[in-house]
């Protein structure tokens, strides 16, 4: 349970961050590059490189879609950005069904699908407060 809350707080303070720094239209996305590597470094600590390799290869989608959109604004990639961030939480809750990475902490996956959501979350209800601002201006 603590470690749901924890990932709900640096969820919130990665969005308050991004709105200090002005960093909307690309901190979400370089965010999504981070995700699968967080699963290969546990696997390569863990000596277990093959493992890694694998959770690079099953984190290829996050880091297109990443690299993709960290050269357009956030008007343009907060729907598909969200939504990956929180497929990226539903793959956290069933992560160990797909690979067995001795090298992931026991706590991580809650935590990471609870920044997931909140993150992913954000950028969706972000996404529709854009949309409804641009139907009011028209």
């Avoid at 924890?6 to 979400?28: D, S």
């Amino acid at each position: 349970m603590i470690e749901a809350l924890i990932g709900v707080a640096v969820g919130v303070l990665t969005i308050v961050l991004a709105r200090i720094i002005r960093g909307q239209h690309w901190l979400y996305s370089i965010g999504l590059l981070t995700l699968p590597s967080l699963y290969a470094s546990f696997a390569l600590r863990a000596g277990e490189h093959a493992v890694g390799v694998k959770e690079m290869i099953y984190g290829v989608p996050f880091v297109v879609v990443g690299l993709v959109f960290a050269f357009v604004s956030v008007r343009q990639s907060a729907v598909v950005v969200g939504a990956f961030w929180i497929l990226h939480g539903l793959y956290d809750l069933v992560h160990s069904q797909l690979i067995t990475n001795a090298g992931v902490p026991r706590w991580y996956p809650v935590f990471c699908f609870s920044v997931d959501v909140v993150v992913g979350a954000y950028l969706l209800w972000l996404s529709r407060r854009i949309a409804n601002a641009n139907l009011h201006q028209a």
